[in-house]
């Protein structure tokens, strides 16, 4: 199983960012995806729950403090998981990281929201 992440950066609070993350070695789209977010300074263990989708892209979770501002979506012909993120707070940084089946996860790409 890999899982390779990007699309992170450095923006400004009320900025965007889309986040990708590619998977690959496992059946995509019977894959329920996630994206967790580990703050500064946090071990990966103590990571957040941001936002999951299942295989059909139905009924996606968020998270209370994301919702209404962040969007997860999935394209199973290219085995990618997106996560666009608008209205970013100062309180969304860290490290973003793309997560199948509780073990797989990838390396993560940073997102810094800062003035």
């Known amino acids: 199983v890999r899982l390779v992440e990007s699309g992170g950066g450095y923006v400004q609070p009320g900025g965007s960012l889309r986040l990708s993350c590619v998977g690959s070695?496992?059946?995509?789209?019977?894959?329920?995806m996630k994206w967790f977010r580990q703050p500064p300074g946090a071990d990966r263990e103590d990571s957040e729950l941001?936002?999951?989708?299942?295989?059909?892209?139905?009924?996606?979770f968020y998270d209370y403090s994301v919702k209404g501002r962040f969007t997860i979506s999935r394209d199973n012909a290219k085995s990618t998981v997106y996560l666009q993120m608008n209205n970013l707070k100062l309180e969304d940084t860290g490290k973003y990281l793309c997560?199948?089946?509780?073990?797989?996860w990838g390396q993560g790409t940073q997102v810094t929201v800062s003035s």
């Open positions: 997560n199948f089946g509780g073990d797989n």
């Open positions: 070695g496992f059946t995509f789209r019977d894959a329920f």
């Open positions: 941001v936002a999951a989708i299942s295989g059909t892209g139905e009924n996606p």
